[in-house]
């Protein structure tokens, strides 16, 4: 059996007493040891050394009617025993210098004596699990009841300890899930499991996250709903800030993010927050991380790490507290082997990784998303939309076949069944709907890409990289590709491309946004020049 | 060697108090060396199982004569205890709470003054608590029976405690006897003395003076029969009242304790009614001795009659039963009064080292 060990403060007024009558008293010291039922091995007093009288009159008193029990008394001196932070520090000082010996010994820590500000500290200081114990509470003897005892009641805080409790938190947490999952009852495991993680994260860390995975996986959807779900627990009071990195270029990217003062740079007539102190006590969503600019790597790092930084042009320091979301679909590791991706920051933003499977890495996970894309659809739409037994089977047949491609992934999954709902007449969808649909969908993956100014994309990206482009992409890709390649430099190509808007903007960063753009299909301007 | 004997089972929930019941088996097992097992401890009390009284008096029985325990921590509901052989020596052992030091010695005296050893035991404890029988008591009632008997045993009170203080002291002497004889108690005699006696600590003198005023005016006994006693401070508080009735046959003691929040004279009106309810029914032996004069009877033999039984002594006539089968027998007297006999001609075969029988 362990030996059962209580640590408590001496109670300056409960345990006090000087004369015979304090055995009439109920002092809650004392009582510890004169539970009939109940014995103390081994009790560690705090007690402040200005108390010495009070503790030797204890320890005679204990010693006469709880021979079972050794006292150690624990000088802790506290000039002002109402002092939270002192209270605090020297309890923690204490604890971190008790050496436990949880396989021998259990602890106790009676939380009846003390000040109020002392019974808080050890209740944290029990709660974080600096002491690895239950805690203990006694009370004066009821009314008409036999002894001088009174009650003992331990107070284990490990909650799923508690049956009734264990129970709500098992619903809860059900409901957490099922908001992460915004209530589409996903089958695949692996999904599942990665939502169950992100689930105890979210709820209780404050770190960033990074989500990885490829377009259209629901990235930015899963970023909003860990936004809903701490704001459900009171995590978060400031608002939902998403950014999409890659459409940040420039002199205006660096404002965009982070403010800038009036006349900060050419342009700036007036003063403006930037997303990041916008997003101050909220989640900052910063997708397609892997597009930041060098520059506002570092000040990102910066504004992570001390939640302060400085708007363009300014001297002073604004601070921003929010919790970071980064998305990416790119391969950050190689970015920052390659150098273009600061390791520091990537370091930083590595903590809780969480890698999204495509659709059709999750085809079990498809039914559901239909119908709970439909339902989204009747509800914008304002009227509901179902499908015929028939078109359904039809339709799920097809998506969920080896043949769907889904390169678009969620995104496009939605697009398709937005078609549907729209084109169904009379809100239902049937088998024609379907049938036509399935060939829309056919067309967009195995069209073949007309040759644009003579590139083949695949020489650049590979069979697999074009698999994943939309067609809209390769057609552009193809033809910006072409462009360069009529000239000496990316300076010059991105004046070609970037004609128009260059003038309207009075900014030379053509170049820069030429950059960016190849980046985003992991390609270069020595690349493109070469592989020819 | 000793054949292994078996294990006699015991339901701590049956009569009156598992307690008494443990404390009974723990003497018997010592006096015939037959291990028990004790079930269902208090099981019906709202605190069940093993009090810290009752382990004290469980470890002091295994000290003497070197038992194997199973189950002996607080709050248990189940003990297994299997006796060797009997030993004297000196031990000393403290009671937690302010429990009585008085029950502990009344499990070891039976057992070790007829084993033929010679022990010294410090108690330190309660030595005057309620539900249990005084130091006083037994001092002045039931050691000199036990002497009559042809036992040595002493017993010295160097410091009272009381509940909830305790920090009382008392020291147990046995030497061995040359044989135990029967007792027979068959009639009171006439009552020589009538003392009434205030035992004061750490309360107001007032309060030893209205419980004895009291008493004495129920009783209608002389006014110099009465004594208060005021011990140190520091041994408070605590109030207890004794009669004492000093007759040809015996002397026996009735007390009632003072209690917070109870009047001086209820206290006093409380012990007249037992001391006349006593004298009432003629026999020599009170409720209370009645229960502990069993083991010593069923051990060395002997009759006694006393008033009707209680529930504690009938469900210490069935632990001994149990132990020791048909030994005692009672028999209904006039009155409602009962005789309790132990025909035995030869001592009891003795747990012991020094003991011929084993």
């Not at chain 1, 209780?204 to 709903?225: I, N, V, Y």
């Not at chain 1, 790119?330 to 499977?357: K, S």
């Not at chain 1, 644009?452 to 074009?466: H, S």
Request: proline share 5%; with cysteine; aromatic share 6%.
């Amino acid at each position: 059996m362990k030996q059962r060990v209580v640590i408590g403060f001496l109670g300056t007024v409960l345990d006090e007493g000087r004369t015979a009558k304090r055995w009439e008293r109920w002092r809650p010291t004392i009582a510890l040891a004169q539970q009939e039922d109940w014995v103390v091995d081994r009790l560690e007093l705090l007690y402040d050394p200005k108390h010495q009288r009070l503790l030797d009159r204890i320890e005679r008193d204990l010693a006469s009617i709880s021979p079972e029990t050794e006292l150690v008394p624990r000088a802790l001196p506290l000039a002002d025993p109402w002092d939270f932070e002192q209270v605090y520090a020297a309890l923690h000082g204490f604890v971190r210098g008790y050496s436990f010996d949880t396989e021998r010994e259990e602890y106790l820590v009676h939380i009846t004596t003390g000040t109020h500000v002392a019974q808080i500290c050890l209740f944290l200081l029990t709660e974080a699990r600096y002491f690895p114990a239950r805690l203990l509470q006694s009370s004066p003897p009821q009314r008409g009841s036999k002894g001088v005892g009174g009650e003992l009641r331990t107070i284990d805080l490990d909650l799923s300890r508690y049956d009734l409790l264990a129970q709500r938190f098992a619903e809860e947490r059900a409901a957490d899930l099922s908001l992460l999952k915004s209530g589409i009852a996903t089958l695949n495991p692996a999904f599942n499991r990665l939502i169950d993680a992100i689930e105890r994260v979210a709820t209780r860390s404050r770190a960033p996250m990074l989500l990885l995975g490829p377009t259209g996986a629901g990235k930015s959807f899963l970023a909003r709903q860990v936004y809903q779900l701490k704001r459900q627990r009171h995590q978060l009071n400031g608002p939902f800030v998403e950014v999409n990195c890659a459409t940040l270029h420039g002199e205006g990217s660096m404002a965009a993010l982070f403010g800038h003062t009036k006349g900060a740079y050419t342009g700036a007539v007036g003063e403006r927050a930037g997303l990041l102190r916008q997003a101050d006590g909220g989640l900052l969503f910063l997708d397609e991380i892997g597009d930041l600019g060098v520059d506002e790597q570092a000040m990102l790092l910066k504004a992570i790490e001390e939640k302060r930084f400085y708007p363009l042009g300014s001297d002073h320091e604004v601070e921003s507290d929010f919790q970071l979301i980064a998305g990416t679909c790119r391969d950050l590791q190689r970015d920052v082997a390659e150098g273009r991706f600061r390791e520091d920051l990537y370091a930083r933003i590595n903590l809780w990784t969480f890698p999204l499977p495509g659709l059709a890495e999750r085809r079990e996970d498809i039914a559901p998303n239909v119908s709970f894309e439909l339902e989204r659809q009747g509800r914008e739409l304002g009227r509901m939309v179902r499908f015929n037994k028939q078109a359904l089977v039809r339709y799920l047949a097809y998506a969920e076949s080896g043949e769907a491609q889904w390169r678009g992934n969620f995104r496009e999954l939605s697009a398709s069944v937005t078609r549907l709902a729209t084109l169904a007449e009379g809100g239902r969808i049937t088998e024609v709907d379907v049938l036509e649909e399935i060939e829309r969908l056919r067309t967009q993956w195995h069209a073949p890409v007309p040759s644009v100014g003579g590139v083949d994309l695949a020489d650049l990206l590979g069979e697999e990289g074009l698999a994943g482009l939309d067609r809209f992409d390769r057609m552009q890709l193809a033809a910006v590709v072409a462009e360069c390649r009529r000239h000496a430099n990316l300076s010059a190509a991105g004046r070609a491309l970037f004609d128009v808007s260059r003038i309207r903007r009075k900014s030379s960063n053509d170049a820069d946004r030429l950059r960016k753009y190849l980046t985003k299909f992991g390609l270069d301007w020595e690349r493109v020049k070469t592989d020819r | 060697m000793t054949e292994p004997q078996a294990m006699i089972t015991l339901d701590g929930s049956q009569g009156e108090g598992g307690g008494q019941v443990l404390r009974s088996a723990l003497s018997l097992a010592l006096i015939t060396g037959r291990p028990f097992t004790i079930e269902q401890i208090r099981a019906r009390r709202s605190r069940p199982g093993l009090l810290r009284q009752h382990l004290t008096a469980v470890q002091a029985a295994a000290h003497f004569c070197d038992a194997e325990l199973e189950g002996a921590t607080p709050g248990s509901q189940r003990l297994r205890f299997v006796p060797g052989a009997v030993r004297g020596g000196e031990a000393r052992f403290a009671i937690g709470s302010a429990g009585s030091t008085v029950l502990v010695a009344q499990t070891l005296i039976p057992a070790l003054m007829a084993a033929g050893v010679e022990a010294r035991v410090e108690l330190s404890g309660g030595t005057h608590n309620t539900q249990a029988p005084t130091a006083d008591y037994l001092t002045q009632v039931y050691l000199p029976l036990l002497r009559r008997m042809g036992a040595d045993v002493e017993l010295a009170l160097h410091r009272h405690g009381f509940y909830p203080a305790g920090g009382g002291e008392l020291t147990l002497h046995i030497r061995p006897a040359t044989a135990l004889k029967p007792l027979v108690l068959e009639t009171r005699g006439e009552v020589r003395e009538r003392r009434a006696r205030v035992l004061l600590a750490a309360l107001p003198l007032i309060v030893g003076e209205r419980e004895l005023e009291t008493l004495l005016d129920r009783l209608r006994w002389p006014v110099d029969a009465g004594q208060i006693e005021p011990l140190p401070n520091d041994q408070g508080p605590g109030n207890t009242l004794q009669a004492t009735l000093v007759a040809e046959g015996l002397t026996e003691q009735f007390c009632t304790f003072g209690e917070r929040g109870v009047p001086a004279e209820r206290v006093a009106h409380q012990l007249a009614g037992i001391v006349n309810k006593h004298l009432a029914h003629g026999a020599p032996v009170g409720v209370q001795l009645a229960d502990q004069l069993m083991l010593p009877l069923a051990l060395a033999g002997g009759r006694y009659v006393t008033g009707p039984l209680s529930g504690h002594s009938l469900t210490n006539l069935e632990t001994i039963g149990a132990f020791l089968p048909g030994r005692l027998q009672q028999e209904a007297l006039e009155q409602r009064c009962v005789r309790i006999v132990s025909e035995i001609q030869t001592p009891t075969q003795l747990n012991s080292r020094t003991s011929m029988f084993t």
